[in-house]
């Protein structure tokens, strides 16, 4: 056997262990994305409208905020947390915003004071579970329940319509060369998240804790502070979230955000985070977003009734779960 044939035979199997270990260490994104193509082919065939660009464009703004909310969700779920409070912030973000621009205070200071209620509820969460060794699931669905009241107690009850006028609005109903602010928003944090997450020392620390928080400890790292960061992340990435929907509704209300949490939690453990820590990831994230997306989308042009969409919601968070568990979990 020539050299020549030496070098190639090396090469290709190079590459093919390559390919093997690419598809090793991402079959989770893999996996989901399979499903999301088949999902999508079984809904252009049942349904005209499914494969259009208006319908295409509506999606993509519509699930714009899980998409942020989602991939600060990672962040936590990495560390072996959770976050239930992302729906109840959602709706405050939204009844504060509206009620504040009604009132008369300029988008900038709205904005500001919306983002901060966002970060301080995260600070709560964080410092609660970090600093008092609260189990996550206890903490944030206390402040599931009481943030949904403030947010009740904000508006009444009643839905508060925002001015069209205030350049707020753009971020619900802009474009920019075409293309929705939402959605660029969107992009930007998930490009912001994957790199945070696979590329710095942030991320390193998020999965360290999740695999093995006193091992990460032992080395130094301020553990406590890196967990308050990730509810941070949650709280103010559900505020602006909220801040996006009531300006593409046009309006501010706390009944908004209803099993919003549970969406974002499985798209989350879809697309492939360990559900109990230890390994995330952004880009699985997304395409669980799409996914449930696609699925509530698919349906709903189907005519499907909206109560049975809610339970096919809840068998595939179950799904979710299952999968996680006894596939994914395992790799920590």
Sequence with gaps: MSA???VYISGRIKQESHLKKFIRENTSVISIFGVLFVVSIFFSSVTNSFLTVNNFTNLIIQIAPNIIVAVA?????????????????LALASALAATLLSAGVNGLLT?????LAGVS?????GYIIAYHNIPPLITTLAAMMYIRGIALLVTGGYSVAISGQTWLVQLGRGRLLGVPIAVMVAVIIAGMGLVALKYTSFGNYVTGIGANEEAVRRTGVPTRKVKIWTYILTGS?????????AARLGSGSSNIGNTFELDIIAAVVLGGTALFGGAGTIIGTIIGVALIGI??????????SPFIIQIIE?????????INVKFFSNKK
């Design 4 to 6: 020549e044939q030496n």
């Design 73 to 89: 969700m990672t962040f936590v779920i990495t560390t072996g947390g959770i976050d239930l409070s992302v729906g109840s912030t």
């Design 111 to 115: 904005l500001a004071i919306v983002l």
């Design 121 to 125: 509820i995260g600070t709560i969460n």
């Design 237 to 245: 990435a559900a505020a602006l979230g909220g801040l996006i929907i």
């Design 295 to 304: 699925i509530q989308n698919g349906l709903m042009l189907m005519h499907v």
């Design 314 to 322: 809840g068998f595939v968070l179950l799904l979710a779960v299952f």
